[in-house]
């Protein structure tokens, strides 16, 4: 690996110069698992997006994980990946999304760190 | 370095970008994770069904998040965050990162300055683009 290391921005650990660091993977094993994984990630998002909609309207309020490009879901993340390993316990390329009760326009941005406790 | 996202549907309809990676389980195994790219928040934090999964235990004590919508409890774990290069090949962040703990709170994981500062940014919905671009990649503005 080539490590390339960069300050953190903003917040505690920016202050206290705890580094973020950057590097590139190059070993020839470890990237083909990489993409062999991704390839199986992006098929499982794929089937999200072609079935969004039913899925959006249907699970509000769950959390759904797409797994073997087939979803499971579960009103708590637990129960929904424990669905999911269960039936396809070799996809590594799983991931699990929570669906809003309610449509709404979001505004994520500013997250930062206020009171430390 | 260009790292490559796409816009994604979301549950009202509206199309955001996203980058899709993966992060670094106290198992071992990378575990895939949409990151929403959000140019305003400051750090990237994990949702909390996603946290759940990577089984890590917290590095420092909870802390709390400030948005629009209040404030949300989190933790901080140490671990690395997996983004694939147009090359096919990755780069790992190691650091630590945010984690907030009540699913709740963020529908899908976010993708704040901590690391997308260290690129330039292009979020652009008319030209179907998202992504990040660093080191010898660079981006043009050009007039037609």
């Not at chain 1, 202050?15 to 094993?29: A, L």
Request: hydrophobic share 45%; proline share 4%; net charge negative.
């Amino acid at each position: 690996m080539v490590a390339i290391v960069l300050p953190q921005q903003d917040g505690k650990m920016a202050d206290k110069h705890i580094p973020i660091i950057m590097e590139e993977v190059t070993d020839p094993e470890e990237l083909a698992k990489a993409r062999a994984q991704r390839q199986r990630f992006d098929r499982n998002s794929a089937w999200l997006q072609a079935h969004a909609t039913e899925v959006y309207a249907r699970y509000r309020g769950k959390c759904v994980v797409i797994a073997g490009e087939e979803l499971f879901a579960a009103d708590t993340p637990e129960e929904a990946w424990a669905l999911a390993t269960a039936a396809h316990p070799e996809d590594d390329g799983s991931f699990i999304r929570y669906i809003p009760r309610e449509k709404m326009a979001r505004i994520y941005a500013n997250q930062r760190r206020v009171v430390a406790v | 370095m260009q790292i490559n996202g796409e816009w994604l549907l979301f549950d009202d309809g509206m199309l955001r970008p996203v980058i899709r990676g993966e992060i670094l389980a106290s198992n071992g195994a990378w575990q895939p994770a949409e990151f929403l790219v959000d140019t305003g928040a400051d750090r990237t934090v994990f949702s909390a069904p996603t946290l759940l999964k990577l089984g890590l235990q917290p590095s420092m004590p909870q802390v709390r998040l400030g948005g629009l919508g209040g404030l949300a409890n989190s933790v901080v774990v140490a671990t690395q965050v997996r983004l694939t290069r147009e090359t096919a090949s990755a780069v790992v962040f190691r650091g630590l990162f945010a984690a907030v703990t009540a699913v709740e709170a963020l529908d899908v994981s976010v993708l704040g300055r901590d690391i997308t500062g260290l690129f330039a940014v292009i979020v652009d919905q008319s030209g179907n683009v998202v992504c990040l671009l660093g080191q010898r990649h660079r981006y043009l503005i050009a007039q037609t």
